[in-house]
């Protein structure tokens, strides 16, 4: 079963950027997404890209994330910019049932 790390979070003053990073274990065929999960908060779907390099985004995100991944399609990123308070939370990697550990993004206002 593929393994899946995210890296890349931390403390970021508003309009500030990030780069999140999820290295797999092995190449992903598949859709791979970017969940997060803000304090008292449901999980929510941020961004996803298939193996096709089809992407989809929440409305939140729209127009300031970007997610991509690596030639060997191993790693997945997601580009952070123009950062908001409301980013905050911890970001997830999802491959199917699989979940890594999560990272953390705090924005300051």
């Known amino acids: 079963q593929v393994q899946l790390v995210e890296s890349g979070g931390g403390l970021v003053q508003a309009g500030g950027s990030l780069r999140l990073s999820c290295a797999a274990s092995?190449?992903?065929?598949?859709?791979i997404k970017w969940y997060r999960q803000a304090p008292g908060k449901q999980r929510e779907l941020v961004a996803g890209?298939?193996?096709?390099?089809?992407?989809n985004y929440a409305d939140s995100v729209k127009g300031r994330f970007t997610i991509s991944t690596d030639n060997a399609q191993n790693t997945v990123y997601l580009q952070m910019n123009s950062l908001k308070p409301d980013d905050t939370a911890v970001y997830y990697c999802n491959f199917y049932t699989t979940w890594g550990q999560g990272t953390q993004v705090t924005v300051s206002s």
């Open positions: 890209i298939t193996t096709g390099g089809s992407t």
């Open positions: 092995g190449r992903i065929f598949g859709a």
